[in-house]
C-alpha cells in the first residue's frame, strides 16, 4: 500500500540525548514536512522540504535537526539542545509544496522523556 | 492567517447526515479551506479542500458561501468511524512554506 510510515511509535529520550524519528513515503510526493503536536493544541511545523537536498526551517525549528538525502526519506532528529521535546510527532508529504496540494499524514511518533 | 472559528462539539445520529460548520470570516482570495479529521493517537487525515466552488469526493462535501466567509463540510452518511476532531484550516496560498495551522477543532461524536 502507498503511504507514509513513522517509526518507531513510541519513543523514550534520556537527558542530554539525540534521537532520531523515521519518516518514509512511497507515494513519490517531492514535499516532505515535520510538525509537532501539543496535547490539546493544534500542530505547529518544524521543518519542510520542497525537494532532495534542500529543506527550510519552520515555526520552532530551534533544537531539531533534518536531512533529505533520498527522496523517499525525511528524518528528524531532536537534540539535546530541545529542552521539551515531549510531544506527538507527525510527518507528512505531498506531490510538491504549495497551497493546492493536500499533505497527507503519517501516524506519529510519541516521544518522551526518561 | 486567516482564522477559522468552529463550535466545541455537535453530534448526529448514525447514518444521518453530519454539517459540520466554520466560519473563516477574514478569509482572502487567494486562500483555500482545507479540512482534515483526527482520531485520537492517529495522524490526520485528509477529507477535502476548495477555494470558492462546491466540492464532493468519497468521504464528503464542501459547501463555501458565494462570500467565502464561511464553509460547511457534510457527511453524507455518518457512521461510528466518523467519531473524530474535524479542522477547518484557511491556508496561506503564499510561497512553497504553505503550512497547515491547525487550532481546536470540532469534536463529532456519531451515536448509534
Known amino acids: 500500500d502507498g503511504g507514509i510510515t513513522q517509526s518507531p511509535k513510541y519513543l523514550f529520550r534520556k537527558e542530554g540525548q539525540n534521537v532520531t524519528l523515521s519518516c518514509e513515503q512511497n507515494l513519490n510526493h517531492d514535499a516532505m514536512y515535520w510538525y509537532r503536536q501539543d496535547p490539546g493544541q493544534g500542530l505547529r511545523l518544524i521543518y519542510y522540504s520542497q525537494i532532495v537536498n534542500d529543506f527550510q526551517k519552520g515555526d520552532i525549528a530551534e533544537g531539531y535537526s533534518v536531512s533529505r538525502e533520498k527522496k523517499e526519506s525525511f528524518p528528524l532528529t531532536v537534540t539535546s539542545a530541545q529542552k521539551n521535546p515531549t510531544a506527538f510527532y507527525l510527518c507528512?508529504?505531498?506531490?510538491?509544496?504549495?497551497?493546492?496540494?493536500?499533505?497527507?499524514f503519517g501516524d506519529g511518533t510519541r516521544l518522551s522523556i526518561l | 492567517d486567516a482564522k477559522t472559528t468552529q463550535p466545541p462539539s455537535m453530534d448526529c445520529a448514525e447514518g444521518r447526515a453530519a454539517n459540520l460548520p466554520c466560519n473563516h470570516s477574514t478569509i482572502s482570495g487567494n486562500e483555500y479551506v482545507y479540512w482534515y479529521r483526527q482520531i485520537h493517537s492517529q495522524g490526520p487525515q485528509y477529507i477535502i479542500h476548495g477555494l470558492k466552488n462546491n466540492e464532493t469526493n468519497e468521504m464528503a462535501s464542501l459547501i463555501i458561501t458565494e462570500d467565502r466567509k464561511s464553509s460547511t463540510l457534510i457527511l453524507p452518511h455518518a457512521t461510528l468511524r466518523d467519531t473524530a476532531v474535524y479542522y477547518c484550516i484557511v491556508r496561506v496560498a503564499t510561497g512553497a512554506n504553505s503550512k497547515l495551522t491547525f487550532g481546536k477543532g470540532i469534536t463529532l461524536s456519531v451515536r448509534p
Open positions: 507528512a508529504s505531498s506531490i510538491v509544496a504549495g497551497p493546492n496540494q493536500p499533505q497527507h
